[in-house]
């Protein structure tokens, strides 16, 4: 499509259809084959007054002939009858879907159930009025635009509606070139809002999600889950490696949720002194302890509203865990040295490098605590278990770095992507970003080559933590029968010392095995305890 001004300053004739095909795709953000097909119906409905002279008044025409076509659908909420029948009349004119009711209450039922793109509500009203209406759509995952009809000069009511995320309000009497002024920004939003989907189903399609890349399978599942997870305000413990991205899908899901305009405020539990840890999380008042000269506000009512990522929660002193416990429940919070309580309403994610379930048996992590913040869990795998997503992870990384440090990097040499490809990543893609990022620096060319990575990179193969429990560990200079004996005591702890199960699994007769246990005496039982 030719990009034209609506106002178009192009040759007139030509370009009706144009200008009519543009209009109605700006408006509608329909599909290209199906703008062309209402472009079309609307160039002919319009036609008799389009003049070459009065270019403007021609698209005006159309472009309001689109904004009906849209259909958006606009719920009126409003106890005075004569009121709501005026409004929903007015705004049905201009071609909107319209919808009533006659309190809070019905309001938000006919919100459910009707899934209306504008509610436009009083703010006095019985049962439920405009203000608690506005809460309880705000935590809702679909987007609403909240228009508040106020009362002449209550700018203290209009003032905590904006705080609380209405679109906006208007004063009555409702002066109606206002309120169409209105109604249109806020469809022109959800078009945008609509545009902004489109595209992120397009990158979700090709593997990413928000600045997570990754197609493969393993890293799907993860997508899907965030996906599943984030409209919700359910707790979320992401697991996983250092550099696995732990803090990126955190950042992810308050991107995706509803909470997305308010902070997200991340806190290292590990990289802070236990002395401080508390007054960083709950804040403090003036003089709470030596030190304290004023006031401070901790973590939780920096993310009022929104999110907050406590990593490294094995690492919280257990007195601080308690204190967390409390405030999950409660909701509300009291600073140190604090005499009342404040209420908050945050949602709270967290992330550790540790098996959780460890943490909780060694006594580090409250199991209560660890309950309450495991409602969901997102594991991320290892980079060594989703290389398929290397060429794509280098791609960005070096969209990143070239945008960074002022480079032209354009990909890795092959040699360079085959050792890619064989090592194992300890540090996951935090060590990947590092490596391109070094190599960045000092490539001159297009491409890095291996003389562009760090030297001996590769070249020894760092065993990579071995983590599940039912492993066996074996250096090199272990003898093949020394491993024989390994491996045979590790099954049998495996299988709760049930020698039929080991034998099987082993793919030796039970016999075999006794035998070779009669070999090992009774040293062996102490020995299955090292073999991990
Ligand atoms: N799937 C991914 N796509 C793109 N970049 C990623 C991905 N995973 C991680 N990264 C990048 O790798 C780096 C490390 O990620 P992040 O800090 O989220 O890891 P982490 O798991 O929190 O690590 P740690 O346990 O050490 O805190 C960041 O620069 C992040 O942007
Ligand atoms: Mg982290």
């Known amino acids: 499509m030719v990009p034209i001004q609506i106002d178009g300053r192009l040759a007139p004739r030509k370009c009706l259809r144009n200008v009519t095909l543009l209009a109605a795709s700006w408006v509608l953000q329909l599909p290209q084959a199906k703008t062309a097909q209402a472009a079309e119906l609307l160039f002919r409905t319009y036609k008799p007054y389009y003049q070459p002279t009065g270019r403007s008044r021609f698209a005006i025409k159309i472009r309001e002939a689109l904004f009906a076509m849209t259909q958006e659908k606009v719920l009126i909420v409003e106890d005075e009858e004569n009121e709501r029948t005026g409004l929903a009349e007015l705004i049905r004119a201009w071609g909107y879907d319209t919808e009533t009711a006659c309190d809070g209450v019905e ?30 759509i705000a935590a809702q995952p679909q987007q609403v635009a909240v228009i508040l009809l106020t009362a002449q000069g209550s700018i203290d ?21 206002r309120l169409r002024t209105i ?26 999600l928000g600045s997570l890349i990754g197609p493969s399978k393993r890293m799907q599942e993860v997508f899907r889950l965030i996906e599943m997870v984030a409209p919700s305000t359910a707790s979320v413990l992401i697991t996983g490696e250092s550099g696995t991205g732990k803090e990126l899908v955190a950042r992810t899901i308050h991107s995706l949720s509803p909470r997305k305009a308010k902070p997200f405020v991340a806190i290292n539990c590990a990289a ?155 540090g996951n893609v935090r060590e990947l970003r590092n490596t391109l990022e070094r190599a960045a620096i000092v490539c001159d060319g297009a491409m890095i080559e291996m003389k562009h990575l760090a030297p ?31 491996l045979i005591l590790k099954t049998l702890e495996a299988t709760n010392n049930n020698k039929t199960r080991a034998a099987e699994i082993l793919g030796i007769s039970l016999k075999t095995l006794h035998n070779k246990l009669k070999e090992y005496g009774a040293q062996g039982a102490s020995d299955a305890a090292e073999a991990s």
């Not at 590769?458 to 093949?480: D, K, M, S």
Request: with cysteine; net charge negative.
């Open 456 to 486: 001996g990179f590769g070249q020894v193969v760092p065993r990579a933590p071995v983590q599940e429990a039912n492993a066996v560990r074996l250096g090199v200079g272990t003898t093949v029968a020394e491993a024989e004996r390994l």
């Open 157 to 177: 009511s209009a003032v905590s509606a904006m705080k609380t995320g209405a679109f906006d309000f208007i004063e009555k009497p409702v002066n109606p070139t």
């Open 272 to 426: 802070i002194p236990e002395t401080l840890i508390e007054s960083e999380i709950f804040g403090h008042e003036k003089g709470a302890f030596t030190g304290a000269f004023e006031r401070r506000i901790g973590c939780f009512e920096l993310a009022e509203n929104g999110t907050l990522l406590l990593d490294e929660i094995g690492e919280m002193p257990i007195a601080t865990q308690a204190k967390l416990l409390r405030v999950l429940e409660d909701r509300k919070l009291r600073r140190l040295g604090g005499k009342s309580e404040t209420a908050v309403d945050v949602r709270v994610l967290t992330a550790t490098n540790k098996v959780p379930e460890d943490a909780v048996a060694s006594g580090q992590l409250r199991n209560d605590l660890f309950y309450r913040l495991n409602v969901f869990n997102i594991q991320l795998p290892p980079l060594r278990e989703h290389k398929e997503d290397l060429p794509d992870l280098v791609q960005s990384l070096l969209a990143d770095m070239n945008e960074k440090h002022n480079r032209k990097v354009a990909g890795v040499s092959e040699q360079v992507s085959g050792l890619f490809q064989s090592y194992a990543w300890p």
């Open 107 to 136: 309001g938000l039922e006919a919100v459910e159930r009707w899934n209306p793109a504008i509610v436009v509500t009083d703010l006095r009203m019985p049962r439920l009025d405009g203000l608690q209406l506005l809460e309880h």
């Open 183 to 208: 109604l249109q920004n806020a469809s022109r939003l959800r078009g945008t809002e609509r545009e902004l989907e489109a595209s992120r189903r397009k990158l979700r399609d090709i593997g990413v």
